[in-house]
């Protein structure tokens, strides 16, 4: 390891940083301090790339004695598809260039194979016209190992992976990551999260994350939606500072995750719990009234003189049939969206459905005030005879009790579709009912009813194919229109 | 009718019900027994001998539909059924199982004190047995085969009288769909039920007073027609 040159003068980067005048006996004992101490592989080479003499420490890293370097013969450590790269980087030094880190493959005596990082140097003065070549070379094995697993493991996993340096520059992308963002890993290379085509203000918000996690070493979850496509979706994105073995951040990672069908069973889970307990207090409202009417009347029929009572009588059972409409109606709802509850189609009078919804209304309509108007070209639907009853009978007591008459009840076929209408003559479905009235339980302000009726009817008539709607009355009132398919009628034989 | 008090099995497991229902019937004059479960319907079947039975469809120890046809394979005792709202299938069941009408829950007292004075009135004559049928000022004439209106002749097809003669025969009681088709077209036209709907209309036309109204001509929703003489 007779080294000379090196050790006479001020050697390039490995001593540059000292005082330039502190090229003396001390920066010469320093020189050769390093030579023989330093962890780092040196080689010193004449500006034809041929070694003079190798340090400790390159034996220890190569496996090979310094005198088996000498010449081409350090070359013979370096994996042979890597030779020209280490040719090439000491080529650039004895140029006078810098040249490095240059990563490269040790080919060590006892068969393995190390990663190394080769810097080489111009030496001498002045550094344009360098007397040799120094070339170091620090084992990085550990480190390109770490990161190959990383990127195997980064590679196939589901998530989004984004690997980002201290400058907030993309050094790795997965697969997955390519997908979300529509181009392919090797172009993320170099960008950062604002050349990603996200929109302005979630990048703030990422890349200020970033930052925090590089600076504190503090990861964070953030959710938000992105456009993908003309779709848009959610994501959840954590982002991990990356500690190196010396515990500097010097990298982050952005795992994202498409929650999108979480955060959607979420929404409807919410929805669905918003409407259930709205149910439930509707459901616990409309029990309650007949209840109470029902319970005072029983209270009150011991105490009361004998001619009172059969008011109270009639009271009971109003109240009863009022509850047991409302039991009806709810178990139907039940069944509905249960999908328990299956139509009976098959051919229906017309006239008939109307006869029954009547008579299942419990209404007394006095004369004049129930006009029916009845298509004689189409007398027969196909439909579910007491589900649709169940659907007129709801309309024509919503007509009664919210509207007021005379109560018309009109049919026309056409467009594919039998309408079946019924209308009141009362002051009109209030604008602000309009689109939620078939929602359960909701009323008009200080309004009496059945919350569930049309909401159950809706859903009764969708069951059957047909639909139920509140359309524009020109004369005023509310007006309900029951469309069911129009079936062409097979002959009937004499 | 006179004579002793008619008796009446109720069966239902409810006992404000049955407690109701005995009330309302020993008011109108019927002597009431009750059963809670199917056995003891079957039992109290046997050693009572009813005249009417009640009978819930829904038993804790099973369905009353067996009950029904367990009865059925001795006595021809009328069994009016009671099935939960809106089961339409059940009811078709039970009347092919043998029961001679249904009411459904809830219902009024009222309606079933009706429904138990037709059955045991329609008991004391054999099906078929009387020749003539009458309602609304019409009468059908089953042995001339001839309809009359207001003492005026009445013109129908001859598939129109068949279906009002099925319907009269077992005046009071409901036909179901199928049982009308065969009776009036024969086996194999049971699903045809547009044919009903049309002939039905027709003959609500010549024969009720007010078609859009009909009193008599009754339509069961999703069950079948009854023809309702009073």
Known sequence: MGLRIGMKRPVGDVTGTADPDAGSAGGDAVAAALWRDAPLGVLELDLHGRCRGVNPAWSGLTGMP????????????????????????????????????????????????????????????????????????????????????????????????????????????????????????????????????????????????????????????????????????????????????????????????????????????????????????????????????????????????????????????????????????????????????????????????????????????????????????????????????RILSNLLRNAVIHGAPPVRVTSRAGDGVVELAVEDAGAGLPRELRSTAFAPFVQGEGRPGIGVGLALSRGLAEAQGGTLVATPNPGGGARFVLSLPLVPVPEVPE | MNGPPQRVLVVDDEPHILRGLSASLNAAGYHVTGAATAQEALRAAALRTPDVVVLDLRLPDGSGLDVCRRLREWTQVPVIVVSAHDAEEDKIAALDAGADDYVTKPYATGELLARVRAVTRRAATAPGSQPQVSFGGVVVDLALRSVTRDGAPVRLTPREYDLLAELARHAGRVITHPALLRAAWGPGYERETHYLRVYMARLRGKLEADASDPRHLVTEAGVGYRLQLD
């Open chain 1, 66 to 389: 310094a005198d088996r370097c000498t010449g081409d013969g350090w070359m013979r450590c370096v994996h042979p598809d890597d030779r020209a790269l280490a040719r090439s980087a000491v080529a650039a030094a004895a140029g006078g260039g810098h040249a490095g880190p240059v990563p490269l493959r040790l080919v060590l005596r006892t068969g393995g194979t190390r990663w190394a990082e080769l810097t080489a140097r111009p030496a001498g003065d002045p550094p344009a016209a360098p007397a040799a070549v120094l070339a170091m070379l620090v084992d990085v094995t550990g480190r390109v190992r770490r990161e190959a697993e990383l990127a195997a493991i980064a590679e196939h996993s589901p998530d989004a992976v984004l690997r980002l340096d201290a400058n907030r520059r993309i050094v790795f992308a997965n697969a997955a990551q390519a997908r979300l963002a529509g181009f392919p890993p090797s172009a993320h290379a170099g960008r950062t999260v604002w050349e990603l085509g996200l929109p302005e203000d979630l990048v703030v918000v990422l890349d200020a994350a970033l930052g925090r996690a590089l600076r504190t070493g503090v990861g964070e979850d953030l959710e938000f939606p992105v456009p993908v496509g003309s779709d848009s979706r959610w994501l959840h994105a954590r982002v991990v500072p990356e500690a190196d073995g010396e515990g500097a951040v010097r990298h982050v990672l952005l795992v994202s995750r498409d929650v999108t069908e979480r955060r959607e069973a979420e929404d409807a889970l919410r929805a669905r719990d918003a409407m259930q307990s709205a149910l439930v207090r509707g459901v616990s409202h409309e029990f309650r009234a007949p209840l109470a009417a029902i319970s005072a009347a029983a209270g009150a029929l011991e105490r009361v003189p004998e001619a009172e009572r059969r008011e109270l009588l009639h009271a009971v059972t109003e109240e009863t049939a009022r509850l047991e409409r409302l039991v009806a109606n709810l178990l139907d709802l039940s069944r509905l969206e249960g999908g328990a509850l299956v139509p009976r189609l098959d051919w229906c009078a017309v006239d008939d459905l109307v006869t029954g919804a009547r008579r299942a209304s419990g209404l007394a309509f006095g004369p004049g005030e129930l006009v029916v108007a009845l298509d004689a070209e189409h007398p027969l639907v196909q439909a579910d005879q007491v589900l649709t009853e």
